[in-house]
């Protein structure tokens, strides 16, 4: 048995900028600190158990016909060839599910979403009929074999037009429906901010667009039902990122009582909130299972991922930042439009239609701040929250860093230099935002001056200044964020009234190994890890004698799950406290047993021993033992040694961090190449650095990704652009530097063990930084604006319009070439404007292989 | 039609359909599902396996053009209980989240080293380079492998035996972190 003394208790935690090595295994970190993980093992022997690797007996293979286009009546469905297939065993239509009412499903804003459709199509890949067949390749066959007429209607993609008078009415189904609106919502104040701005020195405007993405986890969605006819059982195999959730939802939906309900989330391959809602073809197959008497599986294609399930973002965003000459931010303003999608199905808490997008307030201290967002329905896919967004941070937190530099423009400052006249001060926390927002702790500063110094600030300025001399386009981007997680607490936060709360139960053997059950459910960040970590550091019993059991809801207490970065702020906390609620229970055990009053006693890591006299003591494992064997118990305490509990948050917490991005551009194709990113995270107190790092790293490629490739979009009739990843790029190892990290630690004073979270934190903070930088590039050619993602092709065009601009502004008569081409770089290029010759010297050409428009392919 | 090839040094023969795609042969008809399935496209490389030592997307071979070739899959990384060093390496720098690439990344590194046992970081990254993480941004990959090259040329020195050694517990490991600052 590996005991506490067996080695020391606790490593501190080492910040070093050494990669290479390992600690002897004699150091191994009873508690917090890195270590391999738990889960590895299989994973790196393909021993990890995904869905789509379950093979149940007599199991059948489910696929989803999907709608061709994006808005159309349905006029008929013949499945009759279908049928007729010898391999298949049904074929469900929204007739056959408007009987049972499952038609239709709730989503989880309060919406309802067509589970098959009946009436119309409202986006191209809406699921119109499911195919239940002897295996996968047959069901495939036969949803060609599925005629369906449509009767093709005008589509509103443009959410700019969704509230045009005599806009195409997307969801006639609702009673009474007249337009595409679904909401309109506001936060701060609006008379205040009024004034502020109509006082201001200095008000810049910007039309920020963060454009619609998508997660995109490399294992797509699914689900097995398998339906037990005699004792009435239902257990779905899934990947969900939310199995007790779902276990409700379910059981609202089918009228299945809950105890009869079992999920069960085996390994999944990536999550990013992708994961959280309940797909049509989910609840396909529990019918089908219900129909065929067999388990019926469903396992999306990639394409059906892209183009159905959860997309993110789609925000846009009208800003305006309001401030002093000298560089005091007083206010910002935001009217935004939310592209929600067909039907509204965004998962976030019930109070909060636009998420906790109203933290657009950012790291600063502001006077006064309004924002009001709308939302509509278009003829796309429904979502909205997804992609590691932390519930609309990820657009608040691009909006206001992508002001702050406007604005730095504007006033002609150094970017860092503004943000550092204008962060939070230590003193200032807790502080309440002017949305409303209480922020937990911070010490901004000293973030954001370690960021600059791992970067070299100051000689990547004067690096920039002379390449800059030479026509070079490099450019260095600043954002510094603020999140907000860890939903939430529950009188304030929850999704179809399910409150925010998450449980645990640690249970302690007799021999003093552990098991601890938890709501939560990983997709990669490595829960059976961190949360072992957390017992052994309370507990003081090691990480590797501890299980931890998720995803499994007959397994496990009840909660809300894995997404907004809540699993350590909210379960790791439960875990804390339940860890704490065994010790204390030890503690009562361990006095009886060495006959001192309990207050006596005091903790060290792994046992309670008697004040001033350290050898009369009770280790954790002696304690269990006695708990389930013969001791004399004090009075009103139970047998054995575990606990429960349920975590209410009292507060959200509060990441944040300072990330400097290094991009050099090619004038000659547009092409970004990323070439340093430092990124300093504060996520308060850390448990396991090599996995928050690697959080960061991950996140940190998602920002590039949006910022760089990344986009769903549509054409004119609504025909979806992104469904394919070749269409939807995401970056390779090409794209994406040797992540530079760093962290400070302000715990957060709320939470048990102070820490904050750290799994959104990088998507939400990276992309504004990578926009920056290459504003920043551009800006000898003017250019001050630019929309995501920055491929070549938009990075070129932008270089082009803004030297054609220059052009006529300093003169068409200098322009070189003909006048009808004064926007082809070269011919910019060759006018004696300063900006054109920079461009010029930039490489910035047309004509023989320079001048084709450049494909966004690069 | 019948094929017949080599599994993880295992000859298999099976019926298969001619469109049959190696990828759901291996993980289906085998039921060797630590090869995963994750595009329609040919883009996203979970599919990795080697065939005669160079890694193909097994999505994009069909399983009778398999036939008669050496196919090796992450299963087959583990021999006589010895992990392959590269299976360490991952667990030891964290080259792995969800594990839903890292069959295909284990891979195709392990024939990178084959080929190339003392690979620069770039070589590295453009080795992986038609393969996606989600997860990682691949810095972990990247050292990774290279710690699987020096794990490998210390073995060949003769100076340890260190790689893959059946202790793959909970090791502590090193900050991995550029730089830091401790409040
Ligand atoms: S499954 Fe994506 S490349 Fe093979
Ligand atoms: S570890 Fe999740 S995709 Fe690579």
């Known amino acids: 048995m590996t005991t506490t003394a067996d080695r020391p208790l606790r490593v501190p935690h080492k910040a070093t900028d050494e990669p290479e090595g390992v600690g002897s295994p004699g150091e191994r970190p009873i508690g917090y600190g890195s270590l391999r993980r738990k889960e590895d093992p299989r994973f790196i022997r393909g021993k990890g158990r995904y869905l789509d690797d379950m093979l149940l007996p007599g199991m059948l293979h489910g696929a989803v016909l999907r ?7 349905l006029v008929s469905i013949d499945t009759t060839a279908a049928l007729a297939h010898p391999k298949v065993k049904a074929v469900i239509t929204g007739k056959d599910l408007e009987p049972l009412n499952l038609a239709w499903a709730p989503t989880l804003s309060n919406d309802v979403q067509s589970v098959l459709v009946t009436d119309k199509v409202r986006f191209q890949g809406q699921e119109v009929a499911f195919v239940i067949a002897e295996d996968a390749y047959s069901a495939r066959d036969a949803l060609e074999l599925i005629d369906v007429e449509y009767d ?7 959410a700019k037009k969704a509230l045009d008078p005599g806009a195409p009415i ?4 609702l009673e009474g429906r007249t337009d595409n609106h679904i909401f309109d919502w506001e936060s701060g104040d609006k008379e205040a901010t009024e004034k502020v701005f109509a006082e201001a020195d200095v008000v810049v ?15 797509t969605c699914g689900a097995i039902a398998d339906y037990e006819p005699v004792d009435g059982k239902l257990t779905i195999y899934t990947t969900t990122q939310a199995p007790h959730a779902h276990r409700t939802v379910y059981a609202l939906v089918s009228g299945i009582p809950e105890h009869k309900i079992r999920i069960v989330s085996p390994d999944i391959g990536g999550g990013f909130g992708n994961k959280v809602g309940i797909y049509p073809g989910y609840v396909c197959a529990v019918v089908g299972s219900i129909v065929t008497g067999h388990p019926v599986k469903w396992m999306e294609d990639r394409s059906e991922n892209l183009m159905s399930t959860s997309f993110a973002r789609d925000y846009h965003m009208h800003g305006e930042i309001a401030a002093t000459r000298d560089g005091k931010i007083l206010g910002l303003r935001t009217d935004t439009l939310a592209d929600h999608g067909a039907f509204n199905g965004t998962a976030q808490p019930t109070k909060y239609p636009a998420g906790f997008f109203h933290i657009f307030t950012g790291s600063y201290d502001l006077q006064a701040a309004y924002c009001k967002v709308t939302g509509v329905y278009t003829n796309k896919a429904p979502g909205g929250v997804a992609y590691a967004c932390s519930f609309r941070v990820t657009e608040a937190a691009y909006l206001v860093e992508r002001m702050v530099d406007a604005l730095a423009i504007e006033l002609d400052m150094d970017p860092a230099e503004l943000r550092l006249r204008n962060l939070l001060k230590p003193e200032q926390f807790p502080y309440t935002s002017k949305t409303g927002w209480e922020y937990d702790s911070g010490e901004y500063e000293k973030t954001l001056r370690l960021a600059m110094e791992m970067a070299g600030y100051d000689d990547l300025r004067r690096e920039q200044a002379e390449k800059r001399e030479r026509g070079e386009l490099m450019g260095i981007g600043l954002s510094f964020f603020t999140e907000t997680v860890g939903a939430g607490p529950r009188k304030h936060m929850d999704i179809l009234g399910l409150g925010m709360a998450d449980g645990a139960e640690l249970r302690v053997h007799p021999t003093g190994k552990a098991v601890v059950r938890l709501s939560v459910q990983t997709q990669g960040q490595g829960h059976e890890t961190t949360f072992a970590q957390i017992v052994a550091e309370e507990l003081g019993i090691p990480p590797e004698d501890i299980e931890v059991v998720h995803g499994d809801t007959d397994q496990t207490p009840y909660g809300l799950g894995t997404y ?5 702020p909210v379960s790791g906390a439960a875990v804390a406290v339940v860890t704490r609620k065994v010790r204390d229970k030890a503690r009562l055990i361990a006095g009886a047993m060495l006959e001192a009053p309990p207050e006596d006693l005091e903790w060290e890591k792994g046992r309670w021993f008697v004040k001033g006299d350290p050898d009369k003591s009770k280790t954790i494992a002696e304690i269990a033992m006695a708990a389930h064997g013969t001791v004399a118990l004090p009075e009103g305490v139970e047998a054995n040694l575990e606990a429960m509990t349920t975590y209410d948050p009292p507060n959200l917490t509060y990441p944040y961090g300072a990330y400097i991005c290094v991009v050099d551009i090619d004038g000659g194709t ?13 996520c308060g107190t850390r448990i396991n650095p090599m996995i928050i790092e690697g959080q960061v790293h991950g996140g940190l490629t998602d920002g590039v990704g949006m910022a760089l490739m990344e986009i769903i979009d549509f054409d004119e009739e609504g025909n979806c652009l992104g469904g394919s990843f070749m269409d939807y790029l995401i970056p390779t190892a090409m794209e994406v530097p040797a992540w530079e990290t760093g962290h400070t630690v302000t715990p957060s004073p709320h939470h048990p063990i102070g820490a904050k979270g750290i799994g959104e934190s990088a998507t939400v903070g990276s992309p504004a930084a990578v926009v920056n930088a290459i504003i920043d590039a551009l800006r000898p050619l003017g250019v001050d604006d630019i929309d995501m993602p920055c491929t070549p092709s938009r990075v070129w065009h932008t270089m082009a319009d803004a030297i054609a601009r220059s052009s006529a502004k300093s003169g068409a008569g200098t322009a070189g070439g003909d006048g009808e081409d004064a926007s082809a770089p070269k011919q910019a290029g060759a006018s004696g404007s300063a900006q054109s010759g920079s461009a010029q010297q930039a490489g910035i050409q047309t004509g023989e292989g320079g001048g084709a428009d450049p494909d966004d392919a690069g | 039609m019948q094929v017949t090839m080599t ?7 099976r019926e298969v359909e001619p469109r049959r795609l190696l990828v759901h042969f291996i993980r289906e008809d085998l039921r060797l599902t630590g090869t995963h399935w994750g595009c329609d496209t040919s883009n996203c490389g979970v599919c990795v396996v080697l065939v005669d030592g160079t890694p193909v997307k097994s999505c994009t071979m069909l399983a009778a053009s398999a036939g008669g070739h050496e196919v090796r899959t992450v299963e087959g990384l583990e021999q006589s209980g010895k992990l392959d060093p590269i299976q360490d390496a991952f667990m030891e720098k964290h080259g792995l989240q969800c594990g839903f690439c890292t069959p295909g990344m284990m891979l195709t590194s392990r024939a990178l080293l084959d080929a190339n046992p003392d690979p620069s970081e770039d070589e590295i990254r ?9 997860c990682t941004g691949y810095s972990t990959i990247v050292r990774s492998v290279r710690w699987a090259a020096e794990q490998e040329q210390k073995a060949r020195d003769g100076e340890s035996a260190a790689g893959s050694t059946a202790d793959e517990g909970t090791h502590e490991t090193a900050d991995h972190e550029t730089a830091g600052a401790t409040a």
């Open chain 1, 205 to 219: 405007t910007r039309e920020v667009l963060y454009p619609r993405v998508h997660p995109a986890p490399m294992e």
């Open chain 1, 170 to 173: 997307i969801r006639d189904d």
């Open chain 2, 7 to 13: 599994v993880n040094g295992v000859e298999v023969t």
């Open chain 1, 670 to 682: 547009g092409q970004v190449k990323v070439r340093r990113f430092v990124a300093v995270d504060d």
């Open chain 1, 67 to 73: 709608s061709t286009v994006a808005h159309a009546r």
């Open chain 1, 152 to 158: 093709v209607l005008p589509p509103v993609i443009n």
């Open chain 2, 126 to 134: 453009e080795a992986i380079s038609g393969q996606i993480c989600r």
């Open chain 1, 564 to 568: 907004g970065s809540r699993s350590t």
